[in-house]
C-alpha cells in the first residue's frame, strides 16, 4: 500500500512519469546492448554489470537484466515496480536521487 501511494505521488511530481521507456534489448555471452525506441525525454538510460539503470532528475531506477535469451522487447512504466524482457517481469528498485 504504501509503495502504491508512493509511486502515485511521483506521477504527480514527476513529469517523465506517465512515459513507457521501451526498446529493443539483445542479450548473448555475457554482453547486452539496448536501443530505445520511445520518445520519453528526461530519462537517461544505461546498462552496467548486468543492471539496467534509469535516471531522472528526481529519481532512479535499477533493473536486473536478462544475460541471455537473444533479441526481447523491453518495456518500463516509469513509476511502475515491473519491467519486462520479452514475457520475462523483473522487479525494479528505485529511489529519489541526492540532487532531486
Request: glycine share 12%.
Amino acid at each position: 500500500m504504501i509503495i502504491q501511494l508512493l509511486l502515485l505521488a511521483l506521477a504527480f511530481i514527476e513529469p517523465a512519469a506517465k512515459c513507457r521507456v521501451t526498446g529493443d534489448f539483445y542479450a548473448s555471452g555475457g554482453e547486452v546492448a539496448f536501443q530505445r525506441i520511445d520518445q520519453c525525454e528526461g530519462i537517461d538510460v544505461d546498462t552496467k554489470n548486468g543492471v539496467m539503470l534509469m535516471h531522472s532528475t528526481k529519481w532512479w531506477v535499477a533493473i536486473p537484466t536478462p544475460m541471455s535469451g537473444g533479441h526481447q522487447q523491453f518495456s518500463y512504466l516509469w513509476g511502475s515496480t515491473v519491467a519486462t524482457f520479452g514475457s520475462d517481469t523483473m522487479d525494479v528498485a528505485w529511489g529519489r536521487t541526492i540532487k532531486g
